[in-house]
């Protein structure tokens, strides 16, 4: 059974740096790309950042680019979110989710609420 | 950047109504389409994947079409579990756009 579970998540205050993990397990993780989604309060779904399995390739979304940082570590089915200057609009939940161009389904955490304020 | 766009915004209907939801792409992303469902407080269930794959689980009344640029999802015979906000995904390139959402609400 695939499963990918979010952890990290908290209350910071702006400008202050936080860091998400997303354990998978279920499937051979190096082989799949992996993307972080947010939704902040009441707002619909955002892509925020995407990985290739092998972890040579990054993408971001206009709104994160230069603050937040993407990685994985293959040995330990672990996919990290680094997000430094934290701002209040950075406020949602995060979830990793399995997707990519491959005849196989797509698979989501639960999510963890990061709260961006004074 | 994909620009995904869905009609409408919002739906009203009645349990035992067929509804459908139309998702656009500003440009093609073959068939890397998904559909999800989501209710206040838990994430998105995918329902939909690769535009008519069915996600195992789901009622098959619940089904996908389209390719290229327009797609579409439908629910036949709606029942009241099936009230909730509805968002396509394309994952054909980055970043992996969403559709702005669609509420579907009981008349």
């Known amino acids: 059974e695939v499963q990918m579970l979010e952890s990290g998540g908290g209350l910071v205050q702006p400008g202050t740096s936080l860091g998400l993990s997303c354990a998978a397990s279920?499937?051979?993780?190096?082989?799949?790309?992996i993307s972080w989604v947010r939704q902040a309060p009441g707002k619909g779904l955002e892509w925020v950042s995407g990985?290739?399995?092998?972890?040579?390739?990054?993408y971001y979304a206009d709104s994160v680019m230069g603050r937040f940082t993407i990685s994985r570590d293959n040995s330990k089915n672990t996919l990290y979110l680094q997000m430094d200057s934290l701002r209040a609009e950075d406020t949602a939940v995060y979830y990793c989710?399995?997707?990519?161009?491959?005849?196989?389904?797509?698979?989501w955490g639960q999510g963890t609420l990061v709260t961006v304020s004074s | 950047d994909i620009q995904m766009t869905q009609s409408p915004s919002t739906l009203s209907a009645s349990v035992g109504d067929r509804v459908t939801i139309t998702c656009r792409a500003s440009?093609?992303?073959?068939?890397?389409l998904a559909w999800y469902q989501q209710k206040p407080g838990k994430a998105p269930k995918l329902l939909i994947y690769?535009?008519?794959s069915f996600e195992s689980g789901v009622p098959f009344r619940f089904s996908g079409s389209g390719s290229g640029t327009e797609f579409t999802l439908t629910i036949t015979s709606l029942q009241p579990d099936d009230f909730a906000t509805y968002y396509c995904?394309?994952?054909?390139?980055?970043?992996?756009?969403f559709g702005q959402g669609t509420k579907l609400e009981i008349k």
């Open positions: 995904q394309q994952y054909n390139s980055y970043p992996y756009t």
């Open positions: 440009q093609s992303v073959s068939t890397w």
């Open positions: 989710a399995r997707v990519g161009p491959t005849t196989y389904s797509i698979y």
């Open positions: 279920g499937f051979t993780f190096s082989s799949y790309a």
């Open positions: 690769k535009a008519s």
């Open positions: 990985i290739s399995g092998s972890g040579d390739s990054t």
